[in-house]
C-alpha cells in the first residue's frame, strides 16, 4: 500500500495538470467570448478591446517613433526642398504636387549626358528637364541645362540655370566654370546697356 501511495499522488497531479491544459486550448469546442451571451459575462469583466479602434497605433504607448523634425531644422537646413507655405495661400487652397524620385532623375541625367555628348542639345535640353520633375534641386541637370541653352544661343535662360546650379552648390565641382560662362554671358549684355543708353541721350 505505501507503495502505490506516492504513485497515486503523482497521477492525481499529472490528471489534474492535463485536464487544465486541455480546457485552457482555445477552439475545441470552447465558445469564444463574442459567442458567449452577455447575461453569462460577469457584471464586473471588462468587455474584451477591439484593435480596431485603436488602428494605426503602436500595441504599446511607450514605442512610439517622434517623427517631429529636430529643434533648429529649418534654420540649419534652409534650402532643404521642403516647401511650408500654407495651402490657404494657393489658388483654390491646393497646392501642387510634384514627384520625387531622385533615381529616375539621375538615369535622365545620365541619357542626358549621352545626347550632350553628341551635341544633340535639343534632346539632351528634354532630358534634362525631365530630370527636374523628378528632383527638383537636380544641380548636375541645372548646370547642363544652362551649357544647352548656351549651346542653342539663348542666353537669358542660360544665365538662370546657371545661376541655379551656384544657389544649390556654390562650391560646387563646376561652380569655376559657372561662374566664368555667367562672366562671358553677362558681358554682352552690359555692352548693349551701355549702347542703349548712349542712343537714349542723343
Known amino acids: 500500500m505505501r507503495r502505490f501511495l506516492p504513485l497515486a499522488i503523482v497521477s492525481l497531479f499529472l490528471g489534474g495538470w492535463a485536464l487544465a491544459q486541455q480546457q485552457s486550448q482555445p477552439g475545441q469546442d470552447q465558445p469564444s467570448q463574442s459567442q458567449i451571451p452577455q447575461s453569462q459575462i460577469p457584471q464586473n469583466q471588462a468587455p474584451p478591446r477591439s484593435r480596431d479602434a ?25 534650402n ?12 483654390d487652397g491646393v497646392q501642387e504636387m510634384h514627384p520625387w524620385n531622385p533615381y529616375r532623375a ?17 534632346a539632351a535640353l528634354a532630358r534634362y528637364q525631365d530630370a527636374l520633375i523628378w528632383k527638383e534641386k537636380d544641380a548636375i541637370a541645372n548646370f547642363r541645362m544652362a551649357e544647352c541653352y548656351e549651346k542653342l544661343d539663348q542666353p537669358d535662360l542660360a544665365i538662370q540655370h546657371y545661376q541655379e546650379y551656384l544657389k544649390i552648390l556654390p562650391q560646387g565641382p563646376f561652380a569655376k566654370e559657372a561662374h566664368k560662362a555667367l562672366e562671358k554671358l553677362k558681358a554682352p549684355e552690359a555692352k548693349a546697356d551701355a549702347a542703349e543708353k548712349i542712343q537714349s541721350k542723343k
Open 106 to 122: 539621375m538615369k535622365d541625367d545620365e541619357v542626358g549626358e549621352f545626347y550632350f555628348k553628341r551635341k544633340a542639345y535639343k
Open 54 to 78: 485603436e488602428a494605426g497605433e503602436s500595441s504599446s504607448r511607450d514605442t512610439r517613433v517622434d517623427l517631429s523634425p529636430p529643434k533648429d531644422d529649418a534654420k540649419n537646413h534652409p
Open 80 to 91: 532643404s526642398g521642403i516647401d511650408d507655405k500654407d495651402p490657404e495661400d494657393e489658388p
